[in-house]
């Protein structure tokens, strides 16, 4: 499964961007799917996730401000990120989930499928 991340670029504190997910010849809709983001000298954190039945999740620094969701018919999960503060600068990746049962959707390691990562670039 090939995923593709776009939607990131820079932005001033306050703004907003939309981060999207697609794949060409597998349907998303079939997965768990999450974001992740990576900042300099971080490890990867979990931020957000939709289960194959869209449940959804959050992490806490992010809570109210983003937005996970999931368009079948373009087969395309996103990430609508809204009030964007400097902390949230970070190549932010999406991952599938193909076997799981998505009980441990906040760890790296249960996600098979990653895309290439988008730079995200907040500014104060």
């Known amino acids: 499964v090939q995923l593709q991340a776009c939607g990131g670029g820079l932005v001033q504190a306050g703004g907003s961007l939309r981060l999207s997910c697609s794949a060409s010849?597998?349907?998303?809709?079939?997965?768990?799917m999450g974001w992740f983001r990576q900042a300099p000298g971080k490890e990867r954190e979990f931020v957000a996730g939709?289960?194959?039945?869209?449940?959804?999740h959050y992490a806490d620094s992010v809570e109210g401000r983003f937005t996970i969701s999931r368009d079948n018919a373009k087969n395309t999960v996103y990430l609508q990120m809204n009030s964007l503060q400097p902390e949230d600068t970070a190549v932010y990746y999406c991952a599938a989930d193909i076997a799981g049962d998505y009980k441990r959707y906040a760890m790296p390691q249960e996600y098979d499928y990653w895309g290439q990562g988008t730079l995200v670039t907040v500014s104060s």
């Open positions: 939709i289960s194959r039945s869209d449940d959804l």
């Open positions: 010849r597998y349907a998303l809709s079939s997965y768990h």
